[in-house]
């Protein structure tokens, strides 16, 4: 019986530190989506250059061209484990933001969401190491 309970304490205290550097990683790739999604939405466009906004406009299909700013600046990140897998996310807080991945009637798309995942895979990858499964 003692043996028993110092096992389990033991198993906790391992499954507790796997956790911990489960949660390190996570936190990790979440940077590193956060990372790529500024120097993504950092990219100037090369469509239209409209005498109201300080920069040129993205042309159709490319990633949206920074204006405001507010695109760029305004995510929100987590790092959630549930059981053995960890989901690092970021999302854009920002209203238009939709608008501009999926287009509108009178805007073609200015996808930015798979730019993103594209360059952020391979790092993400290295993060995790051949130990964990990666899917963006």
């Known amino acids: 019986m003692g043996v028993e309970a110092e096992f389990q304490a033991c198993a906790k205290n391992l499954d507790e530190s796997i956790k911990r550097?489960?949660?390190?990683?996570?936190?990790?790739?979440?940077?590193?989506?956060r990372n790529i999604e500024i120097e993504v939405l950092s990219k100037g466009g090369s469509g239209k250059k409209y005498k109201r906004l300080p920069n040129r406009s993205s042309a159709?299909?490319?990633?949206?061209a920074p204006q405001s700013g507010k695109l760029r600046q305004d995510w929100d990140d987590q790092t959630l484990i549930e059981?053995?897998?960890?989901?690092?996310?970021?999302?854009?807080?920002?209203?238009?933001?939709?608008?501009?991945?999926?287009g509108t009637k009178k805007?073609?798309?200015?996808?930015?969401?798979?730019?993103i995942k594209?360059?952020?895979?391979?790092?993400?990858?290295?993060?995790?190491?051949s130990d964990?499964?990666?899917?963006?």
């Not at 550097?21 to 989506?33: Q, W, Y």
């Not at 360059?119 to 190491?129: H, R, S």
């Open 132 to 136: 964990f499964e990666v899917t963006l």
């Open 21 to 33: 550097e489960m949660m390190r990683k996570g936190a990790m790739a979440t940077n590193t989506l």
């Open 107 to 115: 805007m073609a798309k200015r996808p930015f969401i798979d730019p």
């Open 60 to 64: 159709p299909g490319e990633t949206p």
């Open 83 to 102: 059981g053995d897998q960890v989901t690092s996310r970021i999302k854009s807080n920002s209203k238009h933001a939709e608008w501009l991945e999926g």
């Open 118 to 129: 594209k360059k952020a895979e391979p790092e993400i990858v290295k993060i995790f190491g």
